[in-house]
């Protein structure tokens, strides 16, 4: 897409809604620099969601979405939990369809897009949330993986289904007493990154949305590498304040506090060599592109 | 039928894709270019019907009895007539594959069978909200506990309630002309719904027959996401903000209506298919002699089976019509009881133990004592027209003589 697809035929210029006016003259499509520092000074591409106040997912929506490298040409891929409230106020093509499938569609959907754009890149990213990537998707997730499915997963991890109230979910702490766990959850958080490492995954990351500078450094490197290299995922603490009894203002803290050494969320990073060389060489071209005249 | 295409679709006519195929108006290619005969079993049908499709994605997975068919449009795939092809990790995975290739623009093919459309199931509906017009062939199999493979169509009756249109072929002839009809007719803007086209699996997959195929090389004209009715997801059309809330999350009366009129919206275009189908393959139904006191209605296989009757009652000098309902999604329901109107005997002879065809027609026809639901045969059993006969006769009040081999 190019922004003049977005733009506005000027008999109807002044009924659009404000919204999408501003779409269309303040968005970063197209920019090349785009991230998190547009916040605040530019059209982003979320416009409001329906998330308790103060849930962690809202902001890493808006993170990511600042931080995509190429908006006008990606279509995301939710799954039904509290993301898919948001989704709908979200200014990319994204396809909800069913709970837990979302790693299939993106698949067929992948797979399309090439069929028609053999030519250019038009990125799929999934975002979904933790039962959904890990409990009734979990086969899905993983065959993707398997057969190296060239896009980027991303699961909000609550670590638990926050959208039915907050029952267990495979990627809750052992030992947390919740709605169908009712004398704590009895076995171990399932170690998804270690799992998406041995399944193929050439870039995993797990970590919280703290940090704006290194969500956006994490979602650009996932998307691009899955360009080329090979599926990737991300997995990103987004603790549902609701279900854990957190006011609307303590969500940052529960997450610095889960991401210090020795925690479940200290940031960690798998990369395959080949993904490592084939980022140090982009960069390595990005700068000569910048010295050359 | 030339406006049935879109400006893209029309331009592209007289070209050649990249195996030399020319794309080829359906009108000329179902009803003008030259036939040759072909003797092959109904898996090889299904190869050469999506051989000159213009597929653009398909996704398989083994089941009885589709196996074939599916393996074969692998074969196609390596030689360069479907653009890209994969195995699935199971059905519900393939379903949502073939989802997002549709939600992705292309053109979706995909066959399943039996526990196959079971496992399926919670895609069907999605894809008829979603509007996704793929097309899926169900090789129709037994479901039930202990596992068979043998031909049943129970499958078909979870199939009649998901709002995807649905067509029963008989012979392989019907499914080779059929499967390129079928895109034609769900890919209309006004349609835009998946269909299933269905037979019973073995005798129809696996018989051979003879059948005349149109030329290898000329195809349909490939599918135009832009006549969608809901945005193709490519983010080559305005990314639409859709609603403030999503409806999901409403539990108020506009949230209803949107749920209620968009359901209403995608079965009144399974009902808009029919100006389509019509005259596409002639007709939901197809009619002998419904003149007759007795008649005889079925789908598929069946429909051979009470031909075959037909002719032994006829040597007997009884007089017996025929219905073929060709179509089951959307219902014929007026030409139904326009064909049945002078029967007093209605015979539903089919192959399932509910006998779905016969409680769709007693829901829909009046005076509907008249409707006798049977013979079933199920789990694989053959339904020989003696047995269709007996049936008949039996009802009838004449004798009959106990059928050779079936016990005692
Ligand atoms: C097939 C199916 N089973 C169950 C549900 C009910 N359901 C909806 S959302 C959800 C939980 C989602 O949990 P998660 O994926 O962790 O997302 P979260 O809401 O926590 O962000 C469940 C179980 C459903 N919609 N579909
Ligand atoms: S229920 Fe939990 S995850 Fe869902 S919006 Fe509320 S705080 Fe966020
Ligand atoms: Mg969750």
Partial sequence: MSKEKIAICPEFYDIMPPEYRDLVEQSTYGKEDRGWKDIGQSKELIEEHSLCAGCPESIAFRYILASLPNPEDTVMVGSTGCTSLVFPHVAVHNIHSLFGNQNAIASGLKRALSVRFPNRIKDVVVLAGDGATVDIGLDMTLQAWFRQEKFTTICFDNELYANTGGQESGLMQKGFVAKMAPVGKKFEKVNLPEIARESGCCYVVMCTVSKPNLVEKVIKNAIILAREVGPTYLQIYTPCILEIGKDSMEGLQEMRDSERPGERFKYKEYITDEAKKYLAELEASKKEALVAP | ?408
């Fill in chain 2, 1 to 408: 039928m030339a406006n049935e295409l879109s400006e893209a679709q029309r331009s592209l006519i007289g070209t050649k894709n990249k195996k030399g195929q020319v794309y080829t108006d359906p009108y000329y290619l179902f009803n003008e270019a030259p036939r040759t005969t072909a003797f092959y079993t109904g898996s090889e049908v299904i190869k050469e019907a999506i051989r000159r499709a213009s597929v653009d994605v398909m996704v398989a997975y083994p089941i009885t009895p589709q196996s074939e068919a599916a393996a074969l449009i692998g074969e196609l795939y390596a030689e360069g007539y479907v653009a890209d092809y994969m195995r699935g990790e199971s059905e519900f995975a393939v379903m949502s594959q073939c989802a997002g290739a549709a939600f992705g623009g292309a053109r979706v093919f995909t066959t399943t069978a039996g526990p196959g459309t079971m496992r399926a199931f919670e895609n069907f509906p999605m894809w008829v909200g979603s509007r996704l017009p793929i097309q899926m062939i169900v090789t129709c199999r037994g479901i039930n506990s202990p596992l068979s493979i043998q031909p049943d169509t129970l499958e078909m009756y979870f199939l009649l309630g998901t709002g995807m249109l649905i067509w029963h072929a008989e012979t392989a002839q019907d499914f080779y002309d059929w499967i390129l009809k079928a895109y034609i007719v769900a890919e209309q803007p006004d349609v835009h719904l998946p269909i299933a086209v269905c037979c019973d699996g073995f005798f129809v997959t696996h018989t051979k027959d003879t059948v005349s195929l149109t030329p290898p090389d000329m195809c349909l004209p490939p599918y135009d996401p832009y006549r969608s009715p809901v945005p193709c997801m490519d983010m080559e059309v305005p990314p639409v903000r859709m609603m403030r809330d999503p409806f999901v999350m409403k539990s108020n009366y506009i949230s209803y209506l949107t749920h209620a009129s968009w359901q209403e919206e995608t079965r009144a275009a399974c009902e808009r298919s029919r100006k389509h189908t019509i005259p596409m393959i002639d007709g939901l139904i197809e009619t002998e002699n419904t003149d007759a006191d007795i008649l005889i209605v079925a789908s598929g296989t069946a429909v051979s089976q009470g031909r075959e009757a037909i002719r032994i009652l006829e040597d007997e000098g009884i007089r017996c019509g025929l219905v073929k309902v060709k179509v089951l999604r959307p219902f014929p329901l007026e030409e139904l009881r326009e064909a049945t109107k002078n029967a007093k005997y209605i015979f539903v002879p089919e192959f399932n133990v509910i006998g779905w065809l016969a409680q769709e027609l007693k829901a829909a026809l009046p005076d509907n004592h008249r409707i006798i639901d049977g013979p079933h045969v199920a789990g694989g059993m053959t339904m020989p027209a003696e047995v269709v006969v007996e049936e008949i006769k039996k009802t009838l009040g004449m004798t009959v003589a106990t059928l050779a081999g079936r016990g005692s």
